[in-house]
């Protein structure tokens, strides 16, 4: 009987012994340093074009000096909804960063390029020039209406 209690006691040893090896149970992600996210500020080779008005239904958009916090707040909403899997409010992802557009493009041509995306990048010399320095990658045509689009572009003049 005791050299059974014996032989339990060191088949229990050696199936719970320790071992050097580590098993590797499928995918595994080791960080090896901290990342830090920053924001990069946009570098475009697209130049800056506050005449161009683009193609589309919107010939001309003035801004009252006043922002409307209404419209931006729909807009944010919309913005959020249907522009952000591309853009972001600062720094490049898969189309330019929104923070500062009216610096670069004139009101009409954003509502145009939010209306109308097929129809500028097939025409339009800057959406051209976007399309190529972003991969040719087309914007996808949301089918914003007029009120849609300029929600979303009363957002953009708050960031």
């Known amino acids: 009987m005791k050299k059974i209690y014996t ?12 071992s050097n090896e580590k098993k590797d149970d499928g995918f595994k992600f080791n960080r ?5 996210t920053k924001v990069v500020q946009e570098k475009t ?3 800056v074009d506050l005449d161009n008005r683009g193609i589309g239904p919107i ?9 409307d916090e209404a419209m931006v707040k729909e807009g944010s909403t919309a ?12 720094g490049k992802l898969i189309g330019p960063a929104m923070k500062g557009i009216y610096e670069r493009r004139h009101p009409a041509w954003v509502m145009n390029m939010l209306m109308n995306p097929a129809e500028m990048v097939k025409e339009d010399p800057i959406a051209k020039a976007l399309l190529a320095e972003y991969s040719n990658i ?3 045509n949301q089918n914003l209406s007029q009120e ?3 929600a979303i572009a009363e957002y953009l003049r708050s960031l």
Do not use: W, Y
């Open 59 to 67: 010939k001309d958009l003035v801004f009252d000096s006043a922002i």
């Open 138 to 140: 087309l914007m996808i």
């Open 148 to 150: 849609e689009a300029r």
């Open 7 to 18: 032989l339990l006691l060191a088949a229990t040893f050696v199936a719970c012994g320790s």
């Open 45 to 47: 080779t697209t130049p």
């Open 32 to 36: 090896t340093k901290k990342e830090e």
């Open 79 to 90: 913005f959020k909804q249907k522009c952000t899997a591309c853009h972001k409010a600062e």
